[in-house]
Structures are given as C-alpha cells and as structure tokens.
C-alpha cells in the first residue's frame, strides 16, 4: 500500500504545478469542523481565520452540509436558461434580510463586485441622466474589493496592480474615513460611492464615528448610488447582520458573498431596490452559475441562520471578549502589540516590527497550532468561526501572547 503524501510532498508538488499567485501558510488541510482544521499528518490548529469570513458558520456546519446534501440528489445546475425550484425564494428572503426588493445573484465575490460597478453605470446613464461615458465611481484608498482587471484599476496596492494596465477608467480615489476629500470628489457625473464598511485587507480598519452616517446623507443630497461592499464584514461577522447597522445606515446597493456561500459552494449578489436593478434587461448582464439550485439551497440555509439572530448575538459576545484580551496585550507596556482595531469578531493587530513581521508571527502561531494570516506587513488578521468557543478563544489568544513573549525574549 503507498503510503499517503506528507505536507512537504503535497507543498513540494503544489509548487511545481500551480502558478504563485499566493504565499500560503506550510500547512496542508486534510479535514476540519467547527473552528478546527486538521492536517494530512494528524495535527490539529483553530482556525482564527474562517476563510476571510467565509467561514462564518464554521467548518461542516451539520445544517448547511445537510442541505447542500438534500439538493445534491435533486438537481444542482440548470442555467438561468430555465427556472428552478429554489430561486425564487432565494431572491425573496435575501432582498427581505437586506430590507430591499431585488436581487442579482453571482458566484464570487469580484463578480458581484463587477456587477455592482456595471449597475451603477448603468442607472447612472439610465436614470440619473448622466452622459455616456461620464460615468465615475468614487472609491477609497486601501480599498480590497477583488482582483478582476476593473477592480484592480481602482486599487492603491501596487503588488495588486503592477503589470497589468492599461487600467480601466472612471474611478476617482480618495482616503477612507475622510468625508470632506469624498464630497469634494462627488461630481455632477459621479454615480456612486463604494466602499468597505470596515476595511479589511488593509487592517480591518473601522472608520471615524459618524463616518458612513455622513456619506449616506452625502449620496442622498447628490442623487448618488451608495453601495456597501459587506463581503467580508457582512452576515454576522461584527455583530450585526451588516456592518452599516452600527450606524443605522442603509446603504442603496449591499455586495455581498463569501459567508452567503457557507463555506460550501461561491455565493454572491447584488440586492437594492427596483429603481436600481430595475435597469437591467435580458441578455445585458448574466452568469452561467450565478443563482444555481445548489448556491441557493445553501444562501437560503444562511439565511434562515441569521435570523436566529444567534451568530450576530455570538460574535458581539465573543467579540467584546477578544477585544478587551487583545487591549490587554497593548497596554501591557510591552510595545509588541502596537495597535488593535476591529469589530465584532473581527480584530487586526499591529505588531511592532522590531519583533517580527506579520508573517513571522503567523508562522510561530501556526508552530503552536493556530492559523492566523498577516496583512500589510507587521499586521495580523484575527477573525474566527462565529460556532468558535470562549476556551478556544482564550486558548488561541494565550499561544499569541506566548509567541509575543518569545519574540520579544
């Protein structure tokens, strides 16, 4: 019987026949569950990452895997040539979660992206009457909102930009949490605003108090489209079913994906009003997969999880708990732990260099069992599965300051 690969075989083999477009962590997944990963030697490690918040409702969530399952037997593509039994209650009880009445759904979450930015063009050119081709978008500086060849024109990371221009026109940047710098931008051929709630990739940095408030009252006054990327930070993750809840915004267009998929299959949408999707006419936007049987068996599941109320109940908990433990580590007078921002059960902790980069601390974390990921250098991401215990909690956190202690020994 040959014997199965190891980690460094699986490692070695992976980099010799996909390209390096990510720096993955040296661990190879062979199972997992709950908040737990397992790798193909055995070891166990808590994920504090969930997949960018895909993992919301954990690994092999009994219900979600329940009802792909069902609708595995029965039928799992038909195209949107055709109807299907599932969609029209998907596209019902998501625009209702989101307060809205219609929805586009899609697969990733760049592609809802894409459609977002297609969508406001459009009601842009249609309804608000601005001429053809004028059409701009205001977005934000460290803005993360997906890698397709439109949304990284709009970027301000250069590893995320080099080499691939000519660049797609009609965006116009400005710093996040700025309010006077966005409504200087706002012009009479502006069609909307996007931006992250909370900005993860660059940190998870939350903007000022009263911040999005005020480009929701912005947008209204210009007559543009505020569209809310709550891909990450949407369905549980900082507490509330949106980030914008935290400061009573409703936003005209939410993206969403990642948690919408469970985990299990790519799930996105677009959800706004009539008067926004409305623009839309057969054959001038689609998506092969986009709404499948399968995708909307599981998005109905997530759906009916959130309204429990129990996952965003958890992670304002939980959250106030990883919080208090992370400010602790700050103000302890050790100076390694430089800075913590965040929401919910969402953290991004700023590491002083002179201890090690992100990615240092990552991989002695990973030594210990825990798999979290860096960002931007000397910053690490901390966002586990919502289904995540208070003693797993607190033991994922004792490794960090374990690590923490030994780095700085």
């Not at 949490?177 to 909307?192: E, F, H, K, Q, S």
Request: aromatic share 6%; hydrophobic share 40%.
């Amino acid at each position: 019987m040959t014997p199965a690969p190891t980690s460094a075989e699986l490692i070695a083999a992976s980099d010799a026949h996909s390209a390096h477009n990510y720096h993955p962590l040296p661990v190879v997944v062979a199972s997992a569950e709950g908040a737990w990963m397992t790798d193909v030697e055995g070891r166990r490690y808590l994920d504090m990452l969930a997949g960018y918040s895909a993992l919301n409702f954990g690994h092999g969530n009994r219900r979600l895997i329940d009802a792909a399952t069902a609708q595995l037997e029965r039928v799992t593509l038909t195209s949107r040539a055709f109807h299907h039994d599932r969609f029209a209650a998907f596209c019902t009880q998501l625009a209702e979660l989101c307060g809205k009445e219609m929805v586009l759904p899609m697969n990733t979450g760049a592609e809802a992206v894409e459609t977002a930015v297609k969508t406001a063009r459009k009601w842009g050119y249609r309804v608000k009457g601005v001429p053809d081709g004028r059409a701009r978008i205001v977005v934000a500086r460290d803005n993360f909102h997906g890698r397709t060849t439109t949304i990284i024109s709009f970027s301000t990371d250069e590893e995320a930009r080099a080499d691939y221009g000519p660049y797609t026109p009609g965006f116009d940047i400005v710093p996040y949490g700025d309010l006077d710098a966005l409504r200087a931008a706002v012009t009479d051929d502006t069609v909307a605003v996007l931006l992250e709630p909370i900005q993860g990739e660059a940190g998870v940095l939350v903007p000022p108090p009263g911040y999005l408030a005020g480009v929701r009252e912005l947008t209204r006054e210009r007559n543009v489209l505020f569209m809310a990327d709550e891909i990450q930070s949407g369905l549980g993750r900082t507490g509330r079913t949106f980030a914008c809840e935290h400061e009573g915004v409703v936003p005209d267009v939410y993206v969403l994906g990642k948690a919408l998929g469970g985990g299990v299959v790519p799930v996105s949408a677009v959800v706004a009003d009539r008067s926004v999707l409305g623009v839309f006419k057969p054959g001038e936007h689609g998506s092969t997969f986009g709404g499948n049987p399968l995708a909307c068996a599981v998005g109905l599941e997530v759906i009916a999880m959130l309204r429990t109320g129990e996952f965003q109940e958890r992670a304002t908990e939980l959250g106030r708990h990883l919080h208090d433990e992370l400010e602790r580590m700050a103000g302890s007078g050790s100076g390694r732990v430089t800075g913590v921002r965040g929401r919910g059960l969402w953290a991004g902790v700023d590491i002083d260099p002179a201890f090690g980069t992100g990615r240092e601390i990552s991989e002695k974390l990973m030594g210990r069992g825990v798999l979290v990921k860096d960002t931007h250098g000397s910053t690490i991401r901390i966002a586990p599965p919502l289904v995540i215990g208070k003693e797993d909690l607190d033991w994922g956190l004792e490794q960090l300051r374990l690590v923490l202690e030994a780095q700085g020994a």
